[in-house]
């Protein structure tokens, strides 16, 4: 079966530089939601779209920026990279018509030296 | 806001059973989820229990009192594999999942 594709997988920037993660959902589900999750920590909820529409807001600073697009993918844009972005940006998505299991990709190793 | 409260590490021997308990506090309660997340992967879907009892599901199983506000994670004939993190997440309404600290679990020969 599909899964959530997440590109690329690592990244590494400078400080002050912009990335940008990329997160494909698996076909047919309708929500997206990107998680931040730093060495021991548990994954921290940053965003979530539904139908191309934020549907909540977590933890996600203003230099982060994230939308989803009409085939569904989703992009999380960051800018002013600190070191203290360095983490695990995980991508999710779920289907409101089913029981809204939340299924998570590979995510993508963010390395801000 | 939610409440998640878990075991922060256990140890248990290959072959044994082993059951990690989960207690939260949580408004507009609509079910439980429990991943598994080994080091550096992402979390696993493992189970979702919205309704009191017990869900079976191989050699994992995942009960749930709403009542109580509890919730574990049985996992028997264990394995090295089996070796991760055990994240909780209650969910509120529709909200997205808010998880716990997680258990590390450590299968030992």
């Known amino acids: 079966a599909a899964g959530v594709i997440q590109s690329p997988r690592h990244l590494i920037k400078e400080k002050r530089e912009t990335a940008t993660l990329k997160c494909y959902p698996i076909?047919?589900?309708?929500?997206v939601y990107w998680y931040q999750q730093g060495p021991g920590q548990d994954p921290q909820f940053l965003i979530s779209?539904?139908?191309?529409?934020?549907?909540d807001k977590g933890s996600i600073p203003d230099r982060f920026s994230a939308q989803q697009f009409s085939d569904y993918h989703s992009e999380l844009n960051m800018s002013s990279l600190e070191l203290g972005d360095s983490a695990l940006y995980f991508c999710a998505s779920s289907s409101t018509r089913r029981t809204d299991t939340q299924y998570f990709g590979p995510g993508t190793r963010l390395t801000v030296l | 806001g939610q409440n998640i409260d878990q075991p922060t590490e256990m140890t248990a021997t290959e072959g044994a059973i082993v059951q990690i308990n989960c207690t939260y506090q949580?408004?507009?309660?609509?079910?439980l989820f429990w991943y598994q997340q080994h080091a550096g992967e992402a979390p696993t879907f493992l189970s979702y229990?919205?309704?009191?009892g017990l869900e079976e599901k191989g050699r994992f199983s995942s009960f749930l009192s709403r009542s109580k506000g509890y919730s574990y994670l049985l996992l028997k004939e264990l394995q090295m594999k089996d070796s991760a993190s055990y994240l909780c997440?209650?969910?509120?309404?529709?909200?997205?999942?808010?998880f716990g600290k997680g258990t590390r679990l450590s299968v030992i020969a």
């Open positions: 997440a209650p969910r509120s309404g529709n909200t997205p999942l808010v």
């Open positions: 779209f539904y139908e191309k529409m934020q549907s």
């Open positions: 949580t408004s507009g309660f609509n079910g």
């Open positions: 076909p047919r589900h309708d929500t």
């Open positions: 229990n919205v309704l009191d």
